[in-house]
């Protein structure tokens, strides 16, 4: 079965066809991948990136990176509001450090920030804390790009790579709910630039209900966990690439009910860091006073989640700090950011029409 | 890895690229038992430790009996003896379940103690396999056969090769070994055809197999529920679905391993030949898992006498195939009367012959109509789908529960809870048996069409557009992925 003898000329030619009918191959895994993938706006979880993307090149001056907790309590609209200085959110739901550590290579390629701020709570996720599917989304919904490529060979377990590097396998059962707007594939995952990261939470269980329950935690030694000690590559990595390009890395982590539960994983990080990076500054708003005029009650989507009304609040104190730590230029008066005004607006008119829907939900 | 994935196919585009990349014979060898190896470890770890032992043990063992001279006792003894260890290898994973209590008491006396817990064994993935190849090697060197190999890395690749470690076919060294000495040489043809092979197991896996088996394994697992009431339209139609997903699922499995092995310039052993169209059970047992079957007639009926023997005898040595048969594949009573159901079918089946005939001739059949032919297939679908009954139930209660009902097929008294629990979307069960019925008419048209034959024959352009247009419907509407249970092969676990 294995005499075959072929003229160079007639293998040249075989071969250029099984490179041409790989590489169609490969085109229509692809694009049908790209159909079938679920239309995620920047409004939705790990949605963000078509955002970015469309930023003008160089124009943040802050950009904040994390999990869920990131994205919920951040408002870029906000930060501009009370200091003028130009922000976006890129974080992913239960985004893990290793994630992280590539969202932060892929954003720097085209921004060049003063300020890196990086939500900690993953800091704490123990090696096997793994969500899939949202796993999927973090990585699933970066642009192609050597980064996306890295996080879901090196970020991804073993089983699951296949899946975050290949978006046909991931979603191809969706076939039978495709709708017109999924076969939109350069304009489908666009939408919603003003929000610039941030998701904002309406409604919700607003908890906690009773006082009890927003008593901070009993601070731990501030050593550094198994789970930290696992995370810390991760993390130098991040603070290494900051120290780098001179960037200020402020690890911090944003209200949470109960207050505090983090700030011991925070505090080992730092202390950790700190030790090697000149560059690296803490910021815990979720301590009880951190944030001034901050419900438990109210302003609280759910156990760890601002609403958008704690947003607004959070928002507010981390500009304060951004100014009078870094000295922050105010932009609201450059040309070059006069759209960040009316996107402003346009993010009131959104949170308006997300709450005139909760109210009537409700009702 | 599954050999269904796409990191399987990265793997062997690798495997394939490297293998034919290196000039040289002994490097080939080399490269393939590592990427053997390292495929086995991906998808067994730890027990890869028991398949390199295996090979240890049967290649030591080769040479051993072909030092001794040649018929001679010492030969025979030394060979039952390395038989008898590699059957009681197989036999302590394989039926660790039943041993395990035992093995617990013999422990906790000789340790002293009490606190040992249960011995948790589970079988490594393909032993049944690898370990009948090692069986057949001993004996055919000790018949002379077969020349012992003595390059030990070319018997580790002989065992360990990896298209066929997992799940067979299972191969003899005179075919096999004879194909590893000879260096390979890339063929466009053979690679095309390779592919060719391994879409069709993926559309047979992917599109039938799997999406069955959610169906089957949900009224499998809870037969009390749908055949509530004595009514079992449902256990009839998940058996007969049981009767298609194995089908698919083991002969979509040797299409990829042969498309595999294949594209690599090797050719593995069918195992199967169309079984659902026999006309007959003991038909139907020359065209299914046929490298186990040649297996079990070769070390197993052939010693015991075979057909030279009185009618009696024939009868029984069917009986013990069929029952080591049964016990092959399971540890479980019900394999044991699954094995024996069929082997009861074939004895019974030729003991009926002369009267049937006479019925036959009485009511003036025509044996060569075509409705006759499809009469007996579809007699000997059912039959073979009764006994399929007793290997996938688990219990011999739950099977005795599943049979009679088959019978009172209607839905009343079925739960409406029952039904939902159904879950398959109309849109994938209309997918699913349109895919099993293209499945079974290629099969019907095969003796007839060559369709492999009759795409290459189309210009370019329409053979491209129609390979294009397979990969699409296997990779979207293939039944894969996160969002299901990405089911193994079930022979991986014989």
């Known amino acids: 079965m294995n ?20 590489s169609l191959v490969v085109g229509l895994v692809v694009a049908t991948g790209a159909v079938l993938k679920p239309i995620r706006g920047g409004n939705s979880f790990a949605g963000p990136w078509e955002s970015f993307r469309s930023q003008p090149r160089d124009s943040l001056d802050v950009m904040v990176f994390g999990t869920s907790h990131a994205f919920t309590s951040i ?36 921004q060049h920030p003063d300020v890196i701020g990086l939500e900690m709570v993953a800091f704490t996720y123990a090696p096997d804390r ?82 009890a329950d927003t008593t901070p935690r009993e601070a731990a030694e501030a050593t550094l966990t198994p789970a930290g000690v696992h995370n810390l590559k991760a993390l130098r990595v991040i603070a290494r690439e900051c120290d780098r390009r001179d960037i200020q890395l402020v690890l911090m982590l944003t209200p949470t009910s109960p207050p505090a539960g983090y700030s011991p994983a925070l505090g080992a990080g730092y202390r950790a860091l700190s030790a090697e990076f000149d560059n690296v500054h803490l910021l815990d708003l979720s301590q009880p006073d951190a944030v001034p005029g901050l419900s438990y009650r109210d302003d609280f989507f759910d156990g760890g989640h601002p609403s958008h009304t704690g947003a607004q609040k959070t928002s507010r104190v981390f500009a304060h700090y951004l100014v009078t730590e870094f000295n922050l230029a105010d932009r609201r008066g450059d040309a070059a950011y006069a759209t960040w005004n009316d996107d402003a607006k346009k993010r009131d008119a959104y949170v308006a029409e997300v709450e005139r829907k909760a109210r009537a939900k409700k009702k | 890895m599954q050999f269904a994935s796409f990191a399987y196919l990265a793997y062997l585009a690798l495997v394939t690229m490297v293998y034919f990349a290196l000039p040289w014979q002994h490097t080939r060898t080399v490269w393939l038992l590592v990427a053997s190896l390292a495929f086995y470890y991906a998808l067994s770890a730890g027990w890869t430790i028991a398949l390199v032992a295996v090979i240890v043990l049967g290649y030591i063992l080769g040479l051993i009996i072909s030092a001794t001279p040649t018929n001679s006792n010492r030969r025979r003894v030394i060979t ?39 011995l948790h064994l589970i079988l490594p993935i393909g032993m049944s396999f690898w370990t009948f190849m090692t069986i057949s090697y001993l004996v055919d060197v000790s018949k002379g056969t077969t020349e012992v190999e003595r390059n030990p890395l070319r018997y580790a690749l002989f065992v360990g090769f990896f298209p066929h470690v997992t799940a067979g076919p299972i191969a003899r060294a005179s075919q096999l070994m004879p194909q590893l000495k000879t260096k390979r040489v890339f063929s466009y043809e053979l690679m095309r055809s390779g592919l060719w092979l391994m879409g069709w197991g993926f559309v047979k896996k992917l599109l039938v197999a799997d999406p069955l088996g959610k169906f089957v394994d949900l009224v499998y697992g809870h037969p009390r529920l749908f055949g509530a009431h004595d009514n079992g339209l449902v256990l009839l139609l998940a058996t007969v679905g049981f009767a298609i997903q194995i089908y698919c699922d083991f002969s979509g499995y040797t299409d990829i391993v042969r498309g595999s092995a294949r594209i690599l310039g090797f050719d593995l052993l069918p195992n199967f030949n169309r079984p659902y169209f026999s006309r007959s059970v003991k038909e139907f047992w020359q065209r299914w898992h046929m490298s186990l079957m040649g297996w079990l007639k070769v070390y197993v009926y052939f010693p015991l006498g075979g057909s030279r023997v009185p009618t009696w005898r024939r009868y029984l040595n069917i009986f013990i195939v069929f029952a080591v048969s049964g016990i092959w594949h399971g540890a479980g009573l019900s394999f044991l009367v699954w094995g024996l159901l069929n082997a009861f079918y074939q004895v019974f089946g030729e003991v009926s012959a002369p009267l049937r005939a006479r019925v036959r001739a009485a009511l003036r059949v025509d044996t060569s109509a075509w409705w006759y032919r499809v009469f007996q297939s579809l007699v000997t679908f059912g039959l073979i789908s009764i006994a399929w009954v007793f290997f996938r139930a688990g219990s011999i209660q739950e099977a005795l529960y599943i049979v009679p009902r088959m019978f009172m097929p209607t839905f009343a008294g079925v739960s409406s809870k029952a ?18 019925l293209v499945v079974f008419a290629v099969d019907a048209l095969s003796t007839r069409i060559n369709l492999a034959a009759f795409v290459r024959k189309q210009p370019l352009p329409i053979r491209w557009a129609g390979y294009l247009a397979a990969i699409f419907i296997i990779t979207v509407f293939g039944y894969y992925g996160p969002a299901y249970d990405v089911a193994g092969f079930a022979y991986f676990r014989f």
């Open chain 1, 75 to 110: 408002d870029p609209s906000e930060v501009w509001r009370t200091a003028g200085v130009p922000t976006f959110v890129l974080a992913g739901p239960t985004q893990r450090l290793q994630t992280t550590r590539y969202y932060v290579d892929e954003a720097l390629k085209t």
């Open chain 1, 130 to 211: 793994y969500d899939s599917r949202f796993h999927l989304m973090n990585v699933g919904y970066m642009p192609p790009s050597v980064n996306r490529f890295k996080a879901g060979l090196f970020a991804t377990p073993w089983g699951e790579r296949t899946g975050a590097l290949v978006d046909l396998w991931a979603y191809h059962d969706r076939w039978k709910e495709l709708t017109p707007g999924d076969y939109d594939i350069v304009e489908k995952q666009k939408g919603y630039e003003y929000l610039r990261g941030w998701i904002p939470l309406v409604g919700g269980n607003k908890k906690p209900k009773s006082v």
């Open chain 2, 419 to 436: 039904l939902a629990g159904l879950k398959m979307p109309r849109e994938q069960a209309l997918l699913t048996v349109i895919a099993i």
């Open chain 2, 80 to 118: 039952g003896a390395g038989v008898t260890l590699i059957v009681a290898v197989l036999a302590f994973f394989k039926y660790a379940k039943l041993t395990a209590p035992l093995m617990q008491l013999g422990l906790v006396s000789a340790l002293g103690d009490s606190s040992f817990s249960t």
């Open chain 1, 3 to 22: 005499t075959n003898a072929e003229s160079p000329r007639h293998r040249i030619a075989r071969l250029l066809k099984v490179i041409v009918f790989s």
